[in-house]
């Protein structure tokens, strides 16, 4: 009897586990590899962009979405939240001028004597989903970009609100979390492309965490200065303003500043490499004066192997005066002779300016 007892604990340890790991993880075809590809590759620079990309996300199968979460977890993430994969579903299904509208950076409001039969079927499963008592009640939908980072859906009724947040732009401390929280959603490891367009290059505390970095794997370098190094212009590590983690790299300057540094990491490139750099920045009064040189900039700089800039450097148009948290993409080709990159971050005016959640990737 020993040894069948044995068999018997030892069937029923293995089967549940083997069963499962069978039957949730899921196994991607090349067909599966290529619709997510075709997605990962779509323009997502602004809020309206990453609308555009979520509704060609919500077509998918579980397979190619597991892939995609390889290239872009917070995507993916969003479409495997109830209320947000039935804001985007209620969005496809708007009509066309309403969709041109939001595609425009226009606000839609619509209010409930306009809605059609689908609309309420839409709108009553979110009010459901969001435990909205008597959904018959529902009064009216507002969609748009609030800030420069994302968008709000909010459907308002006599009993009750809801509010989603959605077409949330990749930033890095964020994405680690939504890799883990995929990783059970799918039973397995969404894979991390590691060849080709999609792969992420060691740009080191891209999302400015860690004190340490600044003078260390940032370095400080001299940018502008105006007779003298004194007084020098504040780069902190700010705990209080962030968009991604716990903390954003802030730069603040006023009439009296006469030396700016700025920030720089630099990293091996291969000679002909696409290159995609993102970033997000914030501005508070940002605007030049006196004798101060305007720069302020998130850049891409080639190098050659003897340290000797390359080509011109490639930049974001960034704004001055106010601006809330904003995502910036560079694109660029690295010349045939560069075989480094150099990501800098400076600002040389007067006023507040913060940077976060910046990424480096293989482009295509
Ligand atoms: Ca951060």
Redesign the pocket.
């Known amino acids: 009897m020993r040894p069948l007892l044995l068999l018997a604990c030892l069937v029923g340890l293995l089967i549940p586990s083997l069963a499962g790991a069978v039957a949730t993880a899921p196994v991607p075809t090349a067909q599966h590899r290529a619709l997510a590809e075709s997605v990962a590759r779509m323009n997502d620079a602004s809020p309206t962009d990453r609308v555009v990309k979520l509704m060609k996300a919500a077509e998918l199968e579980r397979e190619s979405l597991f892939v995609l979460a390889g290239y872009d977890p917070i995507l993916v993430e969003q479409l495997v939240d109830e209320r947000t994969r039935g804001v985007v579903a209620y969005i496809t299904d708007l009509p066309a001028t309403e969709l041109a509208d939001l595609r425009a950076g226009n606000t839609v409001v619509r209010r409930a004597e306009g809605w059609g039969k689908l609309e309420w079927q839409h709108l009553i499963e979110l009010a459901t989903l969001a435990e909205i008592p008597k959904a018959k009640k529902l009064e009216s939908v507002r969609i748009g970009v609030i800030t420069g980072s994302n968008m709000r859906f909010e459907l308002f009724g006599a009993k009750g609100n809801l509010a989603v947040i959605f077409a949330i732009a990749p930033?890095p401390?964020r994405e680690e979390r939504a890799r883990d929280m995929l990783t059970k959603h799918f039973g397995a490891r969404p894979e991390q492309i590691s060849r080709g367009p999609g792969t992420r290059l060691p740009l080191e505390d891209s999302?400015?965490?860690n004190e340490a970095s600044i003078g260390g794997v940032w370095q400080l370098q001299p940018c502008v200065t105006r007779g003298g190094t004194i007084p020098e212009a504040q780069i902190a590590l700010d705990t209080t303003e962030?968009?991604?983690?716990?903390?954003?790299i802030r730069f603040h300057s006023d009439v009296d500043t006469r030396y700016w540094p700025q920030l720089e990491q630099k990293i091996s490139i291969a000679p002909g490499t696409s290159l995609v750099l993102r970033g997000h920045v914030k501005g508070h009064y940002l605007r030049r004066e006196r004798d101060q040189e305007r720069i302020f900039r998130l850049a891409l700089v080639f190098e050659d192997i003897a340290g000797n800039p390359v080509g011109e450097p490639i930049e974001a148009p960034l704004q001055t005066g106010d601006m809330d948290w904003r995502q910036f993409v560079i694109k660029a080709h690295a010349p045939a002779e560069a075989d480094y990159v150099k990501v800098v971050v400076a600002s040389t005016i007067s006023g507040t300016a913060w940077f976060?959640?910046l990424s480096l990737e293989i482009g295509y």
Do not use: K, N, W, Y
Request: aromatic content about 8%.
């Open positions: 930033t401390v999302s400015f965490e962030r968009l991604d983690g716990r903390a954003s976060d959640g």
